[in-house]
């Protein structure tokens, strides 16, 4: 499994960014898939996860109603639209793949069930 994660930037307090993450490999329709992040110094918190139809979302109470997820099974790739940002999204975001929602929610960099793109770091300035 490869997942590829990209778009990341600067960008000023309240503006958007739109991250991508491009699957391949035994990644598949059917996979959930989630987002996550990763300040310094800070675990990898859980922003949120899609299931393979894409007609299930879970956020995280700390992005809900500023991130959305989305996924075009026909391109694998799945994206983290960010609006409102604010500096303390500050970090680097990941893409990671599981078999089911549930395994996304509860994820850690060490869970066996699940599979972790690169990272694209994100700086929201103030």
């Known amino acids: 499994v490869q997942l590829q994660a990209s778009g990341g930037g600067l960008v000023q307090a309240g503006g958007s960014l739109r991250l991508s993450c491009v699957a391949s490999?035994?990644?598949?329709?059917?996979?959930?898939m989630g987002w996550f992040r990763q300040a310094p110094g800070k675990e990898r918190d859980f922003l949120g996860g899609?299931?393979?139809?894409?007609?299930?979302?879970y956020y995280a109470d700390s992005v809900k109603g500023r991130f959305t997820i989305s996924r075009d099974n026909a391109k694998n790739t799945v994206y983290l639209q960010m609006n409102s940002l604010k500096p303390e999204d500050t970090a680097v975001y990941y893409c990671?793949?599981?078999?089911?929602?549930?395994?996304?929610?509860?994820?850690?960099?060490?869970?066996?069930?699940?599979?972790w793109g690169q990272g694209t770091q994100v700086t929201v300035s103030s």
């Open positions: 990671a793949a599981a078999d089911k929602l549930h395994n996304i929610v509860v994820a850690t960099p060490s869970h066996p069930s699940v599979s």
């Open positions: 490999g035994l990644v598949s329709s059917r996979s959930a």
């Open positions: 899609i299931i393979g139809s894409g007609g299930s979302t």
